[in-house]
């Protein structure tokens, strides 16, 4: 197994390529233009590798929560790379990622995740960590409304079930008021923070785990590529400005 991952969904663009016996993981300030340097990107980690494109055998995208540009930039190439390699591509979100880097560090209880999202909002996922991920699957999500869980097209295994070997029931993600993080629960902030909300910075080791999980039924082919649907949910600029009042 050869694999090749993106997370573009902040203005930091995360890479990293791995095999069963290991992985190296780069971060890399794109500087708002990581579409003109996706491609460079990529060269460079292969090239780190020792790896040209037809050696790969997975490719992995981060779907989000994120930046709509991002997001929209890196599942778009993966999607045409993987259809022209013919190989899988695997969709990991942010939650999951997160869920597991807190199994990792042993973690055990009820936890609230919350991402902030469309100015005074954030999305809000909720777990009770015992034995852990990867083999959790919280599928990829299409549709959301506020207050209402999102619609999942995840099929087997999709958001509150729960197998007999201790996964964790892992709430479907939910729009709540940013300042009304409610502080029953252990709460963490995915990349963020503020006073209800510890912040909590996904790690590669855990993401490491996740991918060789998930490789193991990956398929390749156009149906399963586009199921991998990223979630746009940080507000563009023009947004931003409507909401200061600028012209």
């Known amino acids: 197994m050869k694999y090749l991952f993106i997370d573009a969904s902040e203005n930091l663009t995360h890479i990293q390529t791995g095999t069963e016996n290991g992985f190296n993981a780069e971060t890399i300030d794109t500087n708002r233009d990581f579409a003109a340097k996706i491609t ?25 929560p994120g930046s709509l ?31 597991q880097t807190l199994s990792d560090r042993n973690f ?31 599928g990829s999500c299409h549709k959301v409304t506020e207050g209402a869980a999102m619609q999942s097209i995840a099929g087997e295994g999709a958001a509150n079930e729960v197998s007999g070997d201790g996964v964790p029931k892992i709430s479907a993600p939910t729009l709540i008021e940013k300042k009304a993080i409610p502080s029953d629960t252990k709460t963490f902030g995915v990349r963020w923070s503020n006073e209800a909300a510890e912040r909590l910075d996904p790690t590669p080791e855990a993401l490491h785990k996740i991918i060789l999980e998930n490789a193991k039924s990956a398929k390749s082919g156009i149906d399963e590529i586009l199921k991998v649907l990223p979630l746009y949910i940080i507000p563009s600029q023009a947004e931003r400005n409507f909401k200061g009042g600028d012209k």
């Open 40 to 64: 460079e990107i990529c060269d460079n980690m292969l090239k780190n590798a020792g790896w040209e494109q037809k050696d790969l055998t997975h490719l992995v995208v981060c779907t989000g």
């Open 69 to 99: 540009t991002g997001l929209r930039v890196a599942d778009g190439f993966l999607r045409t790379l993987a259809m022209l390699l013919d190989i899988p591509l695997i969709g990991i979100d942010l939650f999951k990622w997160s869920i």
């Open 108 to 138: 055990e209880g009820e936890v609230r995740l919350v991402m902030p999202t469309l100015i005074d909002k954030a999305f809000e996922v909720k777990c009770s960590i015992k034995t852990m991920l990867p083999h959790e699957r919280w």
